[in-house]
């Protein structure tokens, strides 16, 4: 149940919540400005199709927010007629967080009667019924942040008898199973949840509605669950979310070292996290925390459990994706102004070189390389050198690949990177140093 005390005394949080809820529901919705009684009226325009044209009718919406008090809506708090004739309408509808009176309802009847004004009103209850339509959830979070909390599982039909959309704590997330007609894992999904929320206690106020904020937050937002019931594990496939154009806070490793590798395993079951790295304006009018058009190009990896392309966990053998290459451009920039950069980067060539020529000319793992820096250089202990081996490393390697010193080998897994021509010429196979050309 939702406790509308939650929205403030003053009326304004109650007055934008009812605003959202009338756009959601497909409705024209303008400001009146503020009335005699201090709140501000709504206009809202009704449309349908007749039979020959667009019907229209104009609604005054009148909100009376007295959850604090819990005090009834009466016929002295309203001047129906008056308002409505200043802007031509011919509906009124009252919104209350409370309820109205007996005699307000048998007022509202003889108008209706009498006076051939359509009125119709929403106390809490009726409120409550629309924000728990699927379309509203969302309205549900960002105005009801405690009450979200509380609200159990809503699972949704589709099409396919071993699909599901559900709705849980502020999340959308679509449940499939391989075999089951039924989900019967909710409770497992929702340590999945906590687990997910434990990675750092992300704040999730204000995702979406009236109150659109500015400021670069980040998200890890939970798309689908997969469970696999024939052998027991789930697969889980997770959104990080970072504002365009900034760099994320977390990396890749993060993620392998917290949910691949701490968390792959949850009360005994077998756990699989695909991840993937999203850029949005959170800012934007298109924004949406759960937008349609992160689900609906992944749909069928959710349906059966397969990875997405772009999920960082397929470039575990890549050289490095777009992502890293992000957080090592913002970075670089930092490192060249604080150490010798240009020495180091050159011992850096050399390692890779050697690191290959170790392999007696054959391959190495990106993987493998970054491991062999991090072990012959002491950087993990030191803040001011923290990740700087793998920052060298990725640019060195870019370098190299860009000079066609290093090349990939084509009949190997992705981020197999093997010495070319060039580069066996340009070096002395049992000297790691390059030669100048």
């Known amino acids: 149940m939702l406790n ?6 003053d009326g304004v949080k109650f007055e934008k919540l009812i605003r959202e809820l009338l756009l959601s529901e497909g409705l024209e919705v303008h400001w009146t400005g503020v009335g005699p009684d201090g709140d501000k009226d709504l206009i809202v325009i009704e449309s349908y199709d007749g039979l020959l044209s667009t019907i229209k009718r104009k ?3 009148q909100c009376k927010h007295n959850a604090h008090s819990g005090k009834s809506v009466s016929k002295g708090d309203l001047n129906i007629m008056e308002t409505c004739l200043a802007v031509d309408a011919t509906g009124y509808l009252l919104v209350c967080s409370t309820q109205p009176t007996s005699g307000l ?28 339509k699927p379309n509203n959830y969302h309205l549900v979070d960002v105005f009801f942040e405690e009450s979200s909390k509380k609200v159990g599982w809503k699972l949704l039909n589709t099409q396919d008898s071993s699909f599901w959309m559900a709705y849980f704590k502020r999340y959308f997330i679509y449940l499939s199973s391989r075999d089951s007609l039924t989900f019967s894992n909710l409770k497992f999904v929702e340590k999945i949840i906590e687990t997910i929320e434990g990675f750092n206690a992300i704040d999730k ?3 979406v509605g009236m109150e659109r904020w500015t400021n670069h937050r980040e998200y890890l ?8 019931d024939k052998n027991t594990n789930f697969t889980v496939f997770l959104d990080y979310m970072f504002y365009s154009g900034t760099k994320p806070k977390a990396r890749v490793v993060d993620f392998r070292k917290y949910f691949t590798e701490k968390n792959c395993n949850i009360d005994g079951v077998s756990v699989e996290w695909d991840i993937l790295f999203v850029q949005a304006n959170f800012s934007s009018d298109h924004f949406r925390i759960n937008h349609k058009d992160y ?8 349906k059966i459990g397969y990875s997405r392309e772009e999920s960082f966990t397929n470039y575990e053998y890549e050289d490095y994706n777009y992502i890293e290459k992000l957080i090592i451009d913002y970075e670089l920039t930092e490192l060249k102004e604080n150490i010798g950069y240009e020495r180091f980067f050159n011992e850096y060539q050399n390692d890779i070189i050697g690191c290959l020529k170790s392999e007696y000319g054959g391959s190495a793992l990106i993987e493998k390389v970054l491991d062999h820096f991090r072990l012959n250089n002491d950087f993990d202990n030191d803040d001011v050198y923290k990740n700087v081996w793998q920052i060298f490393c990725l640019n060195s390697i870019e370098e190299l690949r860009a000079k066609e010193i290093i090349i990939s080998k084509e009949t190997s897994p992705k981020g197999v990177i093997i010495l070319s021509e060039k580069g066996k010429r340009m070096c002395d196979f049992y000297n790691t140093s390059l030669r100048k050309m």
């Open 295 to 302: 689900y609906r190009r992944y749909i069928d990896s959710f």
């Open 205 to 207: 106020r204000e995702l």
């Open 105 to 132: 309802i048998r007022h509202f009847e003889e108008i209706n009667n009498t006076r051939g004004l359509e009125i119709k009103y929403w106390d809490s209850i009726e409120i409550e019924k629309r924000l728990m």
């Open 221 to 228: 937002m939970p798309r689908a669950v997969y469970y696999d």
């Open 59 to 61: 609604w005054v919406v």
């Open 4 to 9: 509308f005390k939650e929205l403030g005394r």
